[in-house]
T-cell receptor, first 114, second 116 residues
Framework: SAVISQKPSRDICQRGTSLTIQCQVD?????MFWYRQQPGQSLTLIAT?????????ESGFVIDKFPISRPNLTFSTLTVSNMSPEDSSIYLC???????????FGEGSRLTVL | AQTVTQSQPEMSVQEAETVTLSCTYD???????LFWYKQPPSRQMILVIR??????QNATENRFSVNFQKAAKSFSLKISDSQLGDTAMYFC?????????????FGTGTRLQVTL
């Protein structure tokens, strides 16, 4: 299993600003994933973050808007840039330990953009 | 691309009763994983149960069991002896294995309310 800590838990931001969300895992993991969950919706994958390489973005998500860092095997950040009210969502960090296929999730960061 | 469909946006069940949540999926893969995740109001996604497609036997975890019909691409979740703590959003999810952890494709979710 894996224990994931996300910061901040929630934040209220102004339009046009940027916010960086941190994801810390209690063990080394190869694969880290960033998901977005818009209000009342399902989870949509933003990108996959592998240590030592560029993140892989899903269709509809671009690096300029959602830059990701993965400096080591236990930590990642997601930045939401130039925010608009449409970016108001829960952002979840997820990791896989490989052998069981299971993904573990952080508690998410609830972002409200005014 | 894989798709996952949950046709029941909301369901309600009385405490101690049994409820079944439906999920269908579409894939051309032969080997894959299927999951049910629970998201209570606290937002923490919790794995309820997982099924490997190559296994014919349906997975069971205590009060939770699945009915996996590979040919029909159906993966329903049965919750027996429902408890108030089962109140949550339930998401069905698909994973194509790649030798390591891979991304999940989620359905739209079913909101389950357990009542007294």
């Amino acid at each position: 299993s894996a224990v994931i800590s996300q910061k901040p838990s929630r934040d209220i931001c102004q339009r046009g600003t940027s916010l960086t969300i941190q994801c810390q895992v209690d063990s080394q993991v190869t694969m880290m994933f960033w998901y977005r969950q818009q209000p009342g919706q399902s989870l949509t994958l933003i990108a996959t973050a592998n240590q030592g390489s560029e993140a892989t973005y899903e269709s509809g998500f671009v690096i300029d808007k959602f830059p990701i860092s993965r400096p080591n095997l236990t930590f990642s950040t997601l930045t939401v840039s130039n925010m608009s009210p449409e970016d108001s969502s829960i952002y979840l960090c997820s990791v896989g330990t490989g052998f069981t296929g299971e993904l573990f999730f952080g508690e998410g960061s609830r972002l409200t953009v005014l | 691309a894989q798709t996952v469909t949950q046709s029941q946006p909301e369901m309600s069940v009385q405490e101690a009763e049994t409820v079944t949540l439906s999920c269908t999926y579409d894939t051309s893969e032969n080997n894959y994983y299927l999951f049910w995740y629970k998201q209570p109001p606290s937002r923490q996604m919790i794995l309820v149960i997982r099924q490997e497609a190559y296994k014919q036997q349906n997975a069971t975890e205590n009060r939770f069991s699945v009915n996996f019909q590979k040919a029909a691409k159906s993966f329903s979740l049965k919750i027996s002896d429902s408890q108030l703590g089962d109140t949550a959003m339930y998401f069905c999810a698909f994973m194509k294995p790649t030798g390591t952890a891979s991304k999940l494709t989620f359905g739209t979710g079913t909101r389950l309310q357990v009542t007294l």
